[in-house]
């Protein structure tokens, strides 16, 4: 008898347990090095400005680029995770976008750098739908909130990571720009081969027979699975694109990642400008860009939990909570009466509440599509998360060269925080 062929081996609680949790840890520890491929721009732009000459107008669009190749990325990656396997596609995911930062270093101009970061944004998502698909596999539905917000949470200090690492490039090593793309991805690519040996798709691949905690969990999807069958990939498309909650839930995110995506980008350009002033303070401006990403991390764990403990596994009332709370913030923040300190803070809480609804979000998917299909649904909803993100991009840009102030980025924030608001307020999940 094949190996394949064997009967699964009944698992205690105890023993499942550990394995869902392997999975979560694997999962986190690859992500937790992803955004080292895609969200230290913000730290190259100064030196790209100055050695290649290209306007900030410009470096959004390129900025752009990649958000939009990477939407791309997220509606056909998604798919092909739920087609191929998640821990699979995570994998080759990592070792292509290490390949194309160290293209992006070699870049001489607008076009050869916008050629190698866009395909790097596409092959960056093969990463987000394939953890959050294999999440699913192991997990059951009332307890999405924990583990999104786990994941989630990896996601946000990925971005801390990110901005550590920049920071040590160009203000500790006193590197030129072109070495942001080639040191710190080295990890992206530890992650994945790590990941590929630790996880399993799930656990037929594990040879294990989940415990009734797991079995008996009910889905409760919103999908009809006579309608298309899920096993094809145009039939899963149909499934999901039929469920005018995953439109809701996917222009919500849309707002929420513009405004995310808006502070990772600018928010560096802002505290190594002129714009910033930090009243004669020994910190360096870059270090204290840094409490933006320790924020979101922090926020997408909370969000996560408040979710499923105090409202019962619906996601639609703490995404709101936190986008009114994030666009207050954002204002404080450009008011511009803050010090050192209590900048450090408030941008803290900034990112808490505009990156905190991520985990809920990404709870969403699952929860509206089923584990069958969450690779597709998050891969949908994640298209329309940075189809607006990258739209917004070279606005920022062309904002900043026209007015000449980068603090600006403050109230367009507060802009897409609410407009999120107000569409999340259709989905009532």
């Not at 999962?27 to 190259?44: K, W």
């Not at 596409?122 to 009332?142: D, E, L, T």
């Not at 995506?261 to 860009?289: C, M, Q, R, T």
């Not at 407009?419 to 989905?427: D, N």
């Amino acid at each position: 008898m094949a190996i394949a062929d064997k009967i699964a081996e009944p698992v205690s609680e105890a023993t499942f347990s550990r394995w869902k949790w392997r999975i979560l840890l694997a999962a986190m520890f690859c992500y937790f090095f992803f955004y080292t491929g895609r969200q230290t721009f913000g730290f190259a732009i100064p030196g790209i400005e100055e050695d290649l000459g290209i306007s900030k107008t410009t470096l959004g669009a390129i900025s752009g680029i990649l958000l939009w190749a990477y939407a791309v990325g997220q509606m056909v990656n998604g798919n092909l995770a739920d087609k191929f396997g998640g821990r699979r596609l995570m994998t080759v995911g990592a070792i292509l976008s290490t390949i194309l930062n160290w293209a992006s270093s070699f870049s001489i101009g607008s076009k050869s750098l916008a050629l190698s970061w866009g395909a790097n944004g596409y092959v960056q998502a093969m990463g987000w739908p394939s953890g959050g698909r294999v999440i699913s596999n192991w997990w059951s539905p009332h307890e999405r909130g924990k583990s999104f917000g786990f994941y989630t949470f990896a996601a946000g200090m990925s971005s801390v990571l990110a901005f550590v690492t920049s920071t040590l490039v160009v203000d500790t090593f006193e590197l030129d720009w072109r070495w942001i793309f080639r040191i710190p991805v080295l990890l992206m690519l530890l992650g994945g081969i790590v990941f590929f040996f630790l996880a399993r798709e799930n656990p037929k691949e594990a040879r294990i027979t989940p415990p009734p905690s797991y079995t008996e969990d009910p889905e409760n999807i919103e999908l009809d699975l006579d309608e298309a069958n899920p096993d094809r990939s145009l039939g899963r498309y149909k499934l999901v694109l039929r469920n005018p909650k995953i439109w809701s839930t996917g222009m919500a995110i849309g707002f929420q990642n513009a405004a995310r995506y808006g502070l990772l980008i600018w928010v560096p350009v802002y505290f190594l400008g002129d714009n910033w002033d930090s009243g004669g303070s020994a910190i360096s401006p870059a270090w204290i860009s840094v409490a933006l990403p320790v924020g979101m991390a922090v926020g997408a764990l909370t969000n996560g939990w408040i979710s499923d403990r105090l409202f019962g596994s619906r996601r639609d009332h703490p995404i709101m909570l936190f986008m009114v709370l994030g666009a207050i913030t954002s204002m404080l923040m450009f008011s511009g009466a803050l010090g050192t300190v209590s900048g450090m803070v408030v941008l803290f809480l900034t990112g808490f509440f505009v990156y905190g609804p991520a985990s809920s979000f990404w709870a969403l998917c699952p929860d509206l599509a089923g584990k069958k299909m969450a690779g597709t649904a998050t891969g949908v909803v994640n298209f329309f998360s940075y189809l607006f993100a990258g739209a917004a991009e070279p606005l920022v840009g062309f904002t900043m060269d026209q007015t000449g102030s980068t603090g600006l980025i403050f109230p367009i924030v507060a802009g897409c925080c609410i407009a999120s608001m107000l569409c999340a307020a259709t989905i009532r999940r």
